[in-house]
């Protein structure tokens, strides 16, 4: 018999291993759930793997410290920020201070801030460093004063004012050297702490002490509780209190890396992992990404975490509840893509892999057995039947865990009311009996075929049609045998009747799977014309793209008491009961570039086979909705930043918009809407990675820019930004009223120009018809004519009648000549020298016989009768040549008159005489004071008429012929512009 002493030994023997069990299989049930994790590596474009430290700014920024220096990421871009000076690239400790500004300090003891993107070294921390020649332990941002702490001192830095050491350290005290500084805002209290001690500063600045555990300590504030943990051989996590916490689930060898607060949780970073802290019952709980080298854990706005590694990138946890189950398999040489899942009555889960195996878990999601085919192939679909697992790879028994056939089951399964298994297969579609034996039992409704051999089995399958098959469904309500070829879904009715069922479009469809409402209707997930509900063989309604489905690839379809779920290749699809606009419900999981497979419902929960994992979360969470962080960036023009957007110049009209958005739920899975709303009626869309929008050659006017985030069925507050270019100033009220003023005086001017020159022209019209009657009366002046007429009465005095009335006729053939030209402002060249020859010849009666000669030179080559010069322009050049130049002169007398053609643009009439030249002349009439016939004054005054009046004008070159000695003549070169008549 054994003592009261044994019995309470084998009790409590039994008690502890009891509690070790429960222990043990608590943490087997916690560890067989963790949350999703999606790893963010340099395919999303991050730019190292090493990260040391994250931190959510205000703005929903996320930075990260790198070993290549700070860099930050919007859920789309990682951005590098580059040093003004630097010592080192790798830098942690990020934080923020009350301005938005960020700091950060390198492992070369040198603290930087963030400005217009660059990273600029602090320069009273840099000297107070280069002094003391000591690390930079660490640093606090609080009210926008900075704290820094070295392994001996502790400095405030306040701006304007020189540092002020708070606490120091002797030089040669090895075992007081300062290890981590935090504040704690809720008890406003500094808490310092050293090898050995923990300094506490309250907001007064009063320090107190209190000796701890001796090790290199961090300090971390949660939920208005401060706690230290020591990294190295002692590993351990203390509250300010000095208790301890249980540590006892991690591996003896694990390191311990940090501790991260977020708003609700309170983190364990490790060697091996990242765990949960339970500050009530002060114990580590719930470790996952086992084997990973953690170094922080992070929140941002959108309640997604960030979890980085000193080695292995930046993981991404979109929800905490998001969770997955836990695989284990003994071979697995690559990622296992999970292809279907299924639930049996016991509430066991069963998945299907792409190496050919089942995988169970029971009730509490822990992994109790896998189902091997031994085939490295998909398992394309599950189905349950009594206690048999049939799958596209066999048929299992689930009670005994054994293979019952070993044979391909096709892409689906479904039960008729006559003892079959309807299948769709990659070659045809047929029954098989239920139990695996013998023949299929063919009803009346079904033509009489050919029943075929099911593979190497002893039982034979009734095949409907040899065409390949995705999806089948019997409804027995209506006696209808439902199947999905890859041509067209076709219903096998009573009557042996076959009909194919079309959209409203008469556009044939392809089924992926059929599942039914209980209302009499059937749900059709099709692979290109969307989602399809029927009513026997009519189709009720169609959802596709047009009307909201995120795809009309559509490939799985799950139907609850809320509505119908449809997996399509761009996520999960959610029309609610009674709704005409399906939504994507699965924007927000942070899913983007992950492969759904299968899903399967139950009351409160959606299971989701992928390509990465098995995750299963709450329905709520479909529920919430993440509005993304949407902002437009200040506008440019011409690529320069606009300072007034009323005031943009004309040429300033090639218009650029940015925008800047921080999504981390979505990955990039959003789109930006934009218009000028003046311009466009609709709103033009592009994807998240292009973050521009350029308007070029705008025209003046004022205008509004609107842009917004669709993300699934959720928008972004719209942001506006108005601006206005500005009209050239030659389109502006003022110019054009200045235009239009100087256009009417313009106008005014020239009416009056016109009408000044029309006077003008009269006048010299006049003038002219004056100077046309001067030269006029030169010919018939009064001298000219006694001169004549006593030569006339001399002749007839000498008895010479008949040269007297040859004398007389050619005066009168002068005046004749002269009358005709007299109303004429132009004549031919040839009429003028008749003139002038007729006038010659009468001047030479009156000089001695023989004493005076005279010559005209005419071109041969022209006729004179084609050009017209000035009525009488050369005579009175002819006359003064007589009458002052020859009329005096001693000896014989010489008179040559030369016309030729300059050039094409002008007639040469040379008049030169050897008379007694200008001035002699001049001398002489001032003495006798002798008449002048035409003056020379009358002469400018003519041709000067005459030039205003043409465009080419008429010149006079008056030359005197002399030696050294004496006057020899003179020389009139008279030009004039050539014209023909």
């Not at 080695?311 to 071979?331: A, H, R, S, W």
């Not at 924007?587 to 929960?605: A, Y």
């Not at 218009?675 to 592009?686: F, V």
């Not at 007729?838 to 000669?853: G, I, M, N, T, W």
Request: proline share 3%.
């Amino acid at each position: 018999m054994k003592s009261a002493t044994s019995i309470k030994i084998c009790f409590f023997q039994h008690f502890y291993k009891t509690i070790l069990w429960f222990c043990l299989l608590s943490t087997t049930i916690l560890s067989a759930q963790e949350p999703f994790v999606r790893k963010i590596s340099f395919l999303e474009g991050l730019p190292t793997q090493v990260i040391y430290d994250c931190y959510v700014a205000k703005s929903g920024l996320l930075y990260l410290g790198t070993d290549k220096g700070l860099i930050s990421f919007d859920g789309v871009r990682f951005k590098e920020y580059p040093f003004n000076e630097n010592l080192g690239l790798a830098v942690n400790s990020i934080q923020e201070d009350d301005n938005g500004n960020i700091w950060c300090k390198n492992f070369a003891n040198q603290l930087f801030y963030l400005d217009d993107s660059v990273l600029i070294l602090e320069p009273t921390s840099k000297k107070i460093l280069e002094e003391e020649a000591n690390n930079l332990v660490d640093y606090k941002l609080i009210d926008n004063q900075l704290w820094l702490l070295t392994e001996k001192k502790f400095f405030l830095l306040r701006k304007g004012k020189n540092p002020k050491i708070i606490y120091q350290f002797k030089l040669n005290d090895s075992d007081r050297t300062f290890t981590a500084l935090n504040y704690n805002s809720v008890l406003q209290k500094l808490y310092v702490a050293s090898l050995t001690e923990m300094l506490v500063i309250d907001k007064e600045g009063k320090t107190t002490s209190y000796l701890t555990e001796k090790g290199q300590k961090e300090i971390e504030v949660f939920n208005g509780k401060t706690f230290y943990n020591i990294k190295g051989n002692t590993n351990g996590i203390w509250d300010v209190t000095n208790q301890k916490f249980n540590t006892d689930l991690l591996a003896k060898n694990t390191y311990f890396i940090k501790m991260s607060a977020t708003a609700d949780d309170f983190w364990l970073c490790t060697s091996d992992g990242i765990y949960s802290l339970n500050t009530t019952s002060k114990s580590v709980e719930n470790g996952f990404l086992r084997g990973k080298r953690i170094t922080d854990v992070v929140a941002d706005k959108e309640g997604s975490f960030w979890v980085s590694t000193l080695d292995e990138g930046l993981y991404f946890i979109p929800y905490k509840n998001l969770q997955k189950l836990n695989v284990k398999l003994e071979t697995q040489k690559t990622q296992l893509n999970f292809t279907s899942i299924i639930r049996d009555k016991n509430n066991h889960t069963l998945v299907g892999s792409s190496n050919g195996k089942i995988i169970e878990f029971d009730q509490n999601n822990q992994q109790i057995f896998v189902y091997d085919s031994k085939k490295d192939r998909e398992v394309e679909h599950l189905y349950l039947y009594e206690d048999k697992i049939i799958s596209s790879v066999g048929v299992f028994d689930q009670r005994k865990k054994t293979f019952l056939v070993d044979d391909y089951f096709g892409k689906n399964i479904a039960e008729d009311d006559s003892g079959n298994f309807m299948m769709a297969s990659y070659n045809s579609a047929g029954l098989f009996p239920k139990n695996f034996i013998g023949k299929p039992i063919i009803p009346n409704q079904l033509s009489p075929k050919e029943i075929t051999k099911f593979g190497n089995n002893t039982f034979e399958m009734y095949v409907f049609r040899n065409k390949r098959s995705r999806s089948v469904y019997y409804c027995q309500q209506n006696k209808i045998y439902y199947i999905g070829f890859s041509d067209g879904l076709f219903a096998y009715e009573q009557n042996q009747k076959i009909t194919e069922i079309k959209t409203k479009e008469n556009k044939p469809i392809v089924a992926s799977r059929m599942l039914p409402d209980g209302n009499g209707s059937i749900w059709i997930a099709s692979s290109q014309q969307g989602l399809l509900k029927i009513t026997k063989t009519k189709v009720d309604n169609h959802f596709s793209i047009q009307n909201g489905l995120s795809s009309n690839h559509c490939k799985r379809i799950g139907i609850d008491q809320n509505g119908v779920w449809v997996l399509t290749d761009n996520g999960i699809d959610f029309l609610p009961k009674n709704s005409d606009k399906p939504k994507n419900i699965s924007l927000n999981l942070g899913l983007k570039g992950i492969s759904v497979n299968d899903m399967f419902l139950d009351e409160t929960s959606l299971w989701l086979a992928t390509n990465e994992a098995v995750i299963f979360t709450d329905k709520s969470l479909f529920q919430t909705k993440i509005v993304p962080d949407f902002k437009l960036l200040p506008l440019k023009a011409n690529q320069e930043l606009v300072q007034n957007v009323n005031l943009i110049q004309h040429n300033q009209n090639n218009i650029e918009f940015a925008f800047e958005t921080i999504h981390y739920k979505s990955l990039g899975n959003y789109y930006y809407e934009f218009r000028i709303k003046e311009i466009d009626t609709t709103w033009n869309s592009q994807s998240s990675a292009n973050t521009k929008v350029n308007f070029l050659a705008l025209q003046p006017g004022n205008y509004t820019f609107e842009a917004r985030v669709k993300s699934g069925d959720v928008y972004s507050p719209i942001q506006t930004i108005p601006f206005n270019i500005l009209k050239p100033f030659w389109k502006s009220l003022w110019f054009l009223v200045l235009m239009v003023v100087c256009l009417l005086l313009l106008i005014y001017f020239i009416f009056r120009y016109a009408i000044l020159r029309i006077k003008q022209k009269q006048e010299i019209k006049e003038k002219l018809a004056l100077s046309q009657l001067t030269a006029l009366r030169s010919q018939m002046n009064p001298h000219f004519m006694y001169n004549v007429l006593n030569a006339v009465q001399g002749l007839i005095y000498s008895n010479q009648k008949t040269k007297a009335s040859d004398y007389l006729g050619t005066f009168s053939d002068l005046m004749r000549k002269t009358l005709d030209i007299s109303d004429k402002k132009e004549i031919t060249i040839q009429e003028e020298m008749e003139a002038i020859e007729l006038y010659v010849s009468l001047e030479k009666a009156r000089f001695e016989k023989d004493d005076f000669q005279y010559t005209i030179q005419k071109p041969e080559e022209e006729d004179l009768n084609e050009f017209v010069i000035p009525s009488l322009i050369i005579q009175p050049f002819v006359e003064n040549a007589i009458k002052h130049g020859l009329m005096h002169k001693h000896g014989l007398k010489k008179l040559e008159i030369v016309i030729r053609k300059e050039n094409e643009n002008y007639w040469l009439f040379e008049i030169t005489d050897n008379g007694i030249g200008r001035k002699k002349s001049e001398q002489i009439n001032q003495k006798i004071k002798k008449y002048d016939s035409f003056a020379t004054k009358a002469i400018s005054n003519r041709i000067e008429l005459i030039n205003k009046m043409s465009n080419l004008p008429v010149t006079i070159e008056i030359i005197d012929i002399e030696n050294k000695q004496d006057f020899l003549g003179t020389k009139v070169i008279l030009k004039i512009p050539v014209k023909k008549r």
